[in-house]
T-cell receptor, first 114, second 117 residues
Framework: KAGVTQTPRYLIKTRGQQVTLSCSPI?????VSWYQQTPGQGLQFLFE???????NKGNFPGRFSGRQFSNSRSEMNVSTLELGDSALYLC?????????????FGDGTRLSIL | AQKITQTQPGMFVQEKEAVTLDCTYD???????LFWYKQPSSGEMIFLIY??????QNATEGRYSLNFQKARKSANLVISASQLGDSAMYFC??????????????FGSGTRLQVQP
């Protein structure tokens, strides 16, 4: 069974640009969450989608947005990029149902802002 | 206050020995779950073990076991018979409100484990 697939793996952008990251969850998983990982702030929750609806949102500015499609694939978008947005962005998917279902993570997209 | 605290930034262990990685948590929610993940230098997060707040027994998964002390709000990971491949960052994470269906995890700052031959 294929795991969570994130594209692209690496991305270099400049300040002020916008970026879109993509995530394909494990087949059958309808919940998709996004996290930002930086050396200073660690792993922080961005948002979670389920059935094309945002179910939960972390404490990030409105420049960070996301969406989920009917096939459960998800995208996140960051507009007006800042140097501090340089990070590893991780996508995770999980099954619904029992509460002990873990989130399964992709390899991440490493975003560098110049 | 930090919801998940991992007080050991780095740990060393000899190959084949056991090691305990500490994790304390803070929540007022009676329904929560605790997860441990491993992150090798390549970056992917690998799920290791889960403990629910209502679980009566400590969780075990192969060489991984969780020393869950609910009254002390601690959920320490024990790795037995360490292997060189266990060298990685280890994160403790919590999901609150298990009955809400939400999946968001709060992570600790991690512990870097180095296994020495």
């Amino acid at each position: 069974k294929a795991g969570v697939t994130q594209t692209p793996r690496y991305l270099i952008k400049t300040r002020g640009q916008q970026v879109t990251l993509s995530c394909s969850p494990i087949s059958g998983h309808r919940s998709v969450s996004w996290y930002q990982q930086t050396p200073g702030q660690g792993l922080q929750f961005l948002f979670e989608y389920f059935s094309e609806t945002q179910r939960n949102k972390g404490n990030f500015p409105g420049r960070f947005s996301g969406r989920q499609f009917s096939n459960s694939r998800s995208e996140m978008n960051v507009s007006t990029l800042e140097l501090g947005d340089s990070a590893l962005y991780l996508c995770a998917s999980s099954l619904e149902g029992t509460y002990n279902q873990p989130q399964h993570f992709g390899d991440g997209t490493r975003l560098s802002i110049l | 206050a930090q919801k998940i605290t991992q007080t050991q930034p780095g740990m060393f262990v000899q190959e084949k020995e056991a090691v305990t990685l500490d994790c304390t948590y803070d929540t007022s929610d009676p329904s929560y779950g605790l997860f441990w993940y491993k992150q090798p230098s390549s970056g992917e997060m690998i799920f290791l073990i889960y403990q629910g707040s209502y679980d009566q027994q400590n969780a075990t998964e192969g060489r991984y076991s969780l020393n869950f002390q609910k009254a002390r709000k601690s959920a320490n990971l024990v790795i037995s018979a360490s292997q060189l491949g266990d060298s990685a960052m280890y994160f403790c994470a919590m999901r609150e409100g298990l009955d809400t269906g939400r999946r968001a995890l709060t992570f600790g700052s991690g512990t870097r484990l180095q296994v020495q031959p």
